[in-house]
């Protein structure tokens, strides 16, 4: 049975929530980042402070990720995506009444115990919906969510930031988000428990081998080299991202003079650039696999390509020209997703889906500890150096290293058999 005979289109509905949540959640974290040259006046923090606030994000995102894939695991991901949701949107409302560097950086940290949740729940949903070969597609795809985020956040928050304060900035999302609680709650259930599921989508859906139902310990899933192949690679080229999110705006402000109102078809044109990755680098590996690639062999060709193509990002600070810079920030974003699109998948592709939010989980929590080391660092680079030279070197040879790293744990991606 193939896509086109699958009886419905059902899972597709689920990956559009997950797209939904995925749009919300990066809006969320980036406000801060497009408001940082207008705070950085009004509140006066210094580069380093900035950087300290950023950590704080990412500490309690890789506290809360370790916490977030074995809650998800347990009580399903249906309840467990609608607490995460819930407290990140508190949490994003709450920067609103902050007026010091110490209260934006309580508000960061309660965001990212919130934020942690966002990708184990949705990959477990991926995981519970789409049949193997549909997954890094389907994550493509609502991983594209965050570039979605992202390119909303600068056409709205400069608006909103003018005409009410840079308080209504971090309120707005609320909205979206007590919008997809509703919905998500009353739509979302497991394939085999859903009113609406036709009986050929569900066969098409369970097309995979069936699994034990029983949870794997920790400790015992701690001890399959499969499971370091994923954090060891989150945690070189994760905080890459993070520094897209949160240094662009200061970068082009820095390097360019691009001032709040004009910092948004900058941003819009490097996020629509890393949507198209996204999406494209989730269908590359399905498109190799079907003209005879191996699934690990396609997966490893596509994630190659992506990380040949940030390597040109290295001369991002010597380009005398603001839109020289947007393209190839452009290529390198969209190569990052791409390469997210095919490292998301990884989990699923190797693990039980009674395993995939724990894995991914662990591998998030190594993603955010390199981005708070990497957070900090650039906090200090900045107010020492004054210069994004080192920074964009280390954003562009990370993907090489991680993959090189990533083959050598795991060179045939092989998926665990593990029936207790």
């Known amino acids: ?58 500490v309690a995102y890789a506290i809360g990720l370790l916490a977030a894939g074995r809650l998800i695991d347990r009580v399903g991901t249906r309840v467990g995506y609608a607490i995460v949701m819930a407290v990140w949107s508190l949490a994003a409302a709450s920067h609103a009444l902050a007026r010091t ?45 965050a570039n979605l985020g992202a390119i909303l956040a600068p056409l709205l928050v400069p608006t909103i930031t003018v005409r009410l304060g840079w308080q209504y900035a971090f309120l707005t999302t609320s909205v979206f988000s007590l919008v997809w609680l509703v919905v998500w709650l009353t739509f979302y259930r497991k394939p085999s ?27 015992r899933l701690l001890r399959y080299r499969q499971l370091w192949a994923f954090p060891a690679a989150k945690f070189l080229t994760d905080p890459i991202w993070w520094f897209y999110l949160y240094w662009l705006p200061k970068f082009f402000d820095a390097r360019y003079h691009v001032s709040l109102l004009h910092l948004g078809l900058p941003l819009v044109i490097v996020y629509n650039a890393s949507a198209i ?5 989730g269908w590359l590996p399905g498109m190799l696999y079907r003209h005879g690639f191996s699934m690990a062999k396609a997966r490893f060709s596509a994630m190659l390509l992506c990380a040949c193509l940030v390597l040109p990002v290295l001369f991002a600070n010597r380009l005398p020209s603001l839109w020289y810079a947007v393209g190839l920030l452009s290529v390198a974003a969209a190569a ?22 724990s894995v991914v989980g662990i591998g998030g929590t190594a993603g955010s500890v ?15 150096t004054h210069s994004y030279t080192l920074l964009f070197s280390v954003a562009g040879s990370a993907y090489l290293i991680a993959l090189l790293i990533l083959f050598l744990i795991d060179p045939r991606l092989t998926p665990i058999e593990d029936a207790a």
């Open 193 to 219: 428990e859903h009113p609406d599921l036709a009986p050929a989508e569900l066969q098409y859906i369970q097309s995979d081998p069936i699994e034990s139902s029983h949870p794997i310990p920790l400790g």
């Open 277 to 281: 990755g996204s999406i494209g680098g």
């Open 370 to 384: 390199g981005g708070v080391l990497f957070s900090i660092a650039t906090g200090w680079i900045l107010q020492v």
């Open 101 to 145: 560097p110490l209260g934006f950086g309580i508000a960061r940290f309660f965001l990212g115990i919130g934020e942690s949740g966002n990708f184990p729940a949705a990959l477990k949903a991926i995981a519970e919906w789409f049949p193997r070969k549909e997954r890094s597609l389907a994550a493509g795809i609502f991983n594209s969510g």
């Open 1 to 58: 049975m193939n896509a086109n005979s699958a009886g419905g289109r059902l899972r597709w509905s689920i990956c559009a929530m997950l797209f939904y949540a995925t749009t919300v959640n990066y809006m969320d974290r980036q406000v801060l980042g497009i408001l940082s040259p207008t705070l950085q006046h009004a509140i006066g923090w210094t580069e380093a402070q900035y950087g300290y606030i950023i950590a704080a994000f990412q």
């Open 336 to 357: 990052h997703q791409g390469w997210s699109a095919n490292l998301l998948t990884i989990p699923s592709d190797l693990f039980p889906k009674k395993a995939v939010a």
